[in-house]
């Protein structure tokens, strides 16, 4: 079986800053999962002793404490200050600029509209940036706007950082429409810009897709979506574990992309996998 790897794929920047401080750590622990990749996570815990709280009264005074990629609510991060625990942020930069567009416009007394998902962690904590929580809103669908009623007359408009930008223009334009002044901005980084077009591009042209990364990755999601509508054969894995060879039979070429949180090593082994297949 013939690979190609897409033209860009795999670990973003904020992905190996975060990894690069969790190295710098040992013995300390993250607050929620550093990033959405449970083999990575594994591999720190085993290799430099990273731990991981899920529960915020976990922590102990005098903790070392990492925050995750994806951020955190401002006042759970408020708290585990007040535990005196010795706080380390590798929140991705890209993930810091719409807190802190949120808490501007918010105090500017614009309604706050975040394009992505209620339940993420990276929106959780964007969301409690918010002055006043009650006119925060998150959408999905452009359709999901009819059931807001903004409590000022200006909006600004956020997206959650791994979303589509495409979906992101129809709320944008809906927006627009219906309000009189709306203030965009742009919060897509542009590893997710570029890994979707490259995601895109090659699916195009292979017979099979497979894509690497967690399954409640969004950004992944994201790349799995984008593959399916232009290579019906396109399948989502966690590592090589998940291939199934029934995917490749009569297949002559196989397309491999990554999420962000997919570090090199997984990938390899999925490649030379796929390598050794008829």
């Known amino acids: 079986m013939k690979v190609k790897l897409a033209s860009n794929y795999g670990f973003c ?3 190996k800053r975060a990894i690069k401080i969790a190295e ?3 013995n300390a622990s993250t607050m929620g999962p550093l990033i959405h990749n449970q083999d990575e996570i594994n591999r720190l815990k085993n290799n430099f002793n990273v731990g991981l709280y899920t529960d915020l009264k976990d922590v102990k005074d005098d903790d070392t404490i990492i925050i995750r990629t994806h951020g955190i609510p401002k006042d759970d991060l408020k708290n585990l200050k007040a535990k005196n625990a010795k706080v380390i942020n590798a929140t991705c ?5 719409p807190q802190q567009i949120v808490k501007k416009m918010s105090k500017e007394e614009y309604s706050i509209l975040i394009f992505g998902d209620s339940e993420h962690p990276e929106v959780k904590g964007v969301q409690s940036y918010g002055y006043d929580l009650d006119d925060v809103h998150i959408v999905l669908e452009p359709s999901d706007l ?7 007359g200006k909006v600004a408009t956020i997206a959650q950082t791994t979303k589509k930008k495409e979906k992101y223009l129809e709320i944008v334009n809906t927006l627009i429409l219906k309000n009189k002044e709306v203030r ?7 590893a997710t810009f570029e890994n979707q077009d490259a995601a895109r591009e090659l699916s195009v042209e292979v017979d099979v ?11 992944t999601k994201q790349l799995h979506s984008i593959c399916k509508e232009n290579c019906e054969d396109s399948y989502l894995i966690e590592n090589e574990n ?7 039979e009569n297949k002559k070429l196989c397309g491999i992309t990554a999420g962000a949180s997919t570090p090199d090593w997984i990938i390899q082994q999925v490649v030379n996998c796929v390598e050794s297949y008829n």
């Open 93 to 97: 930069p890209f993930v810091t600029t």
């Open 209 to 219: 897709m497979v894509v690497i990364g967690g399954k409640k990755s969004s950004n």
């Open 146 to 152: 009819e059931k807001i009623n903004f409590k000022y």
């Open 184 to 190: 965009v901005f742009n919060t897509i980084c542009d």
């Open 13 to 15: 920047f904020g992905v």
């Open 24 to 26: 710098s750590y040992e």
């Open 242 to 248: 998940d291939l199934d060879p029934k995917w490749f």
